[in-house]
């Protein structure tokens, strides 16, 4: 059989740990065997962004703007123990931070729904897509313990000279202040990012804030949302029989609970962060789970959304066997490889891609999975499988569907 071909590389970001072993068995099951795979390598192993002072981690930035696609492994990253166990001269930034940083991009998250591991709300008979708009808010706040009576204020400087100014509240004993912000660019970023990835997946989008106690700042992100949704979306959607959905986030709350899924749940960061958890775990597992961080100009990272399973590695370092799941990290894969073939318009890449994750979903529904699914598989007679036999398994039926 000839190995389908590829014209542009995919960028490659190797990772650490558990996942690193991985990552190396399922190209060399899964990938090489069927596909010319072609690559732009970079190591993003702690050790490598260690010894090229991160400058790797940028590059491998770089290089994803510059060919559109690009393919992450899960990342260690760096805490006060991480810089003993490998000897660190700086505590490196989140890889995944930075690339975010320097793509602008939003990250949007969605449950691998497989037979047999259904979740637990029942109606949901679609994934949930989680779009987290990934800046400010509470997460860049600024935050005062006021000791006793005195009166606070919110104070606006412009770079002329003029000033607002509004009083927060007239303490009369302690309490609490908290500030917050964002920017119009980088609503608008997300916006754009959530309004393009609806229309790559042809998928309704809801977006939900509290406009209406929070009538200037939560306003400002509908706004913005339905201006850029009037002016540069909005046939586009009608013509893909896509619809643009705002609500209040009480509404979207109660309505998700109901709902089939099917959609993209786009949030601001705190709602974003708690909900994405919620459907994370409503779905079973963080191994089943897709990441893709997408930029306002179009560029993709496929990643899982899990991290590097440090447990499972230090056993395997020890020789034992673990049995780590790797469906997340082969629809990374797939998801670009898609991607690329969609961008490059090679028929068979994208088939490829459907195949492969065709092939590891009816491997899990033939009974044969990784010791997480096997503790949540309503299924009866499962087979529990190590890392490696459950990636062989997928490849055995694989080859029957090439
Ligand atoms: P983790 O996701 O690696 O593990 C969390 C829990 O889920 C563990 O109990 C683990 O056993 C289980 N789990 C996760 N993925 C699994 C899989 N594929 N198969 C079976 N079980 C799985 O997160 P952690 O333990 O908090 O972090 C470990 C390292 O990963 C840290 O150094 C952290 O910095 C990094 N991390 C990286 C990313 C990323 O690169 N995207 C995300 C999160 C954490």
């Not at 939003?106 to 109606?123: L, S």
């Not at 919110?154 to 302690?174: M, N, S």
């Not at 700042?217 to 913005?224: G, L, P, R, S």
């Not at 089939?260 to 958890?277: E, L, P, R, T």
């Amino acid at each position: 059989m000839a190995k389908i071909q590829m014209t542009t590389p995919l960028v490659e970001m190797d990772g650490d740990e558990m996942t690193r072993i991985l990552w190396k068995m399922i190209k060399d099951e899964l990938l090489l065997p069927f596909v010319d795979l072609k690559t732009e390598y970079y190591d993003l192993g702690l050790e490598h962004r260690n010894e090229t002072d991160d400058q790797v981690t940028i590059d491998s930035a770089e290089a994803t703007k510059k060919y559109g696609v690009a393919v992450k492994c899960a990342t260690i990253t760096p805490n006060a123990a991480r810089m003993t166990e490998y000897n660190l001269k700086e505590m490196w930034k989140s890889p995944n931070g930075t690339i975010r940083a320097a793509l602008d991009g939003t990250v949007f998250r969605a449950p691998i729904q497989v037979k047999g591991i259904e979740p637990c709300v029942k109606n949901w008979e679609k994934p949930i897509t989680l779009a987290r708009h990934a800046y400010g808010d509470v997460y860049k706040n600024t935050e005062i313990k006021v000791p006793g009576a005195g009166k606070a204020e919110l104070v606006f400087t412009a770079e002329d000279g003029t000033e607002v100014r509004k009083t927060i509240q007239e303490f009369d004993g302690p309490g609490i202040i908290q500030g917050i912000h964002n920017t119009d660019k980088s609503i608008a970023s997300f916006a754009r990012a959530c309004f393009g990835y609806a229309l790559d997946t042809k998928q309704d989008l809801w977006f939900a804030t509290k406009d209406t106690i929070s009538k200037i700042y939560d306003h400002n992100f509908k706004d913005i949302f339905q201006d850029i949704y009037d002016k540069e979306y909005k046939e586009k959607f009608e013509a893909a029989g896509i619809e643009y959905f705002y609500t209040l986030i009480d509404d979207a709350v109660a309505r998700v609970m109901k709902a089939k899924g099917g959609f993209i749940w786009a949030c601001k960061n705190y709602d974003g962060d708690v909900m994405s958890d919620m459907v994370s775990s409503a779905c079973g597992s963080l191994a089943m789970m897709t990441s893709v961080l997408v930029s306002p100009s179009g560029v993709y990272e496929y990643e899982a959304a899990h991290g590097t399973v440090q447990r499972h590695y230090y056993k395997h370092l020890k020789g034992e066997e673990t049995s780590t799941n790797s469906v997340a990290t082969i629809f990374a894969w797939s998801g670009a490889l898609r991607k690329r073939g969609e961008m490059d318009q090679i028929p068979a890449l994208c088939d490829f891609a459907d195949k492969l994750e065709k092939a590891t979903l009816g491997t899990i529904e033939s009974g044969k999975m990784t010791k997480d699914l096997a503790l949540i598989t309503s299924m009866e007679n499962v087979t529990v499988l190590n890392s490696e036999n459950f990636i062989k398994a997928i490849r055995e039926s694989l080859e029957k569907m090439m």
